[in-house]
T-cell receptor
Framework: KNEVEQSPQNLTAQEGEFITINCSYS?????LHWLQQHPGGGIVSLFM???GKKKHGRLIATINIQEKHSSLHITASHPRDSAVYIC?????????????FGQGTRLTINP | NAGVTQTPKFQVLKTGQSMTLQCAQD?????MYWYRQDPGMGLRLIYY???????DKGEVPNGYNVSRLNKREFSLRLESAAPSQTSVYFC???????????FGPGTRLTVL
């Protein structure tokens, strides 16, 4: 079983819909990251959070440490939101910290 | 600021050939990382450098070597390429370890 599991793996929706992407993890973490990978391949960090909720524009990320679960929400989705969304958790590695990545959720927003 | 740059963007090698992937950042970051991304799998850490002068193995270091040339540059070397090393390679950097990472555009490597 992967240490970080995302669901769904693929998601297709219509423009304007409310989108939820889920991330569950099985290891102890110090922080959780959400990243966006554009169709061209570039990766951009969206959020880093260790508790509660963060909001940036139409994007909202929440985390429940007790349940080891995080969600990424997109309100009023737009075709430009089409991308792969990646969850990553920060966890200890040999005295340092490493990121363990989920497989990603491919989101397609149709006009 | 260019952020994190990687060269080359694409490379095709034959089995047994060697090559070095270059990465540079202009954000004065202390920590740098090399990842590989394979279909159906998440990004996996190959090597990282927490600060100038130090390097450490990640999850999948076999077949690779790294050099932290200075604070700006972190290179990844394949001494004898194998088809299993066909992948997309990403370099990233952060101010320090437990911080947001900034990624380069990636290098798509094919080993025949």
């Amino acid at each position: 079983k992967n240490e970080v599991e995302q669901s769904p793996q693929n998601l297709t929706a219509q423009e304007g819909e409310f989108i939820t992407i889920n991330c569950s993890y099985s290891v102890g973490i110090s922080a959780l990251h959400w990243l966006q990978q554009h169709p061209g391949g570039g990766i951009v960090s969206l959020f880093m959070l260790s508790s509660g909720k963060k909001k940036h524009g139409r994007l909202i990320a929440t985390i429940n440490i007790q349940e080891k679960h995080s969600s990424l929400h997109i309100t009023a989705s737009h075709p430009r939101d089409s991308a792969v969304y990646i969850c990553a958790v920060r966890t200890p590695l040999q005295g340092a910290q490493k990121l363990v990545f989920g497989q990603g959720t491919r989101l397609t927003i149709n006009p | 600021n260019a952020g994190v740059t990687q060269t080359p963007k694409f490379q095709v090698l034959k089995t047994g050939q060697s090559m070095t992937l270059q990465c540079a950042q202009d954000m004065n970051h202390n920590s740098m990382y090399w990842y590989r991304q394979d279909p159906g799998m998440g990004l996996r850490l190959i090597y990282y450098s927490a600060s100038e002068g130090t390097t450490d193995k990640g999850e999948v270091p076999n077949g690779y070597n790294v050099s932290r040339l200075n604070k700006r540059e972190f290179s990844l070397r394949l001494e004898s390429a194998a088809p299993s090393q066909t992948s997309v390679y990403f370099c990233a950097s952060s101010v320090s370890q437990p911080n947001t990472q900034y990624f380069g555009p990636g290098t798509r490597l094919t080993v025949l």
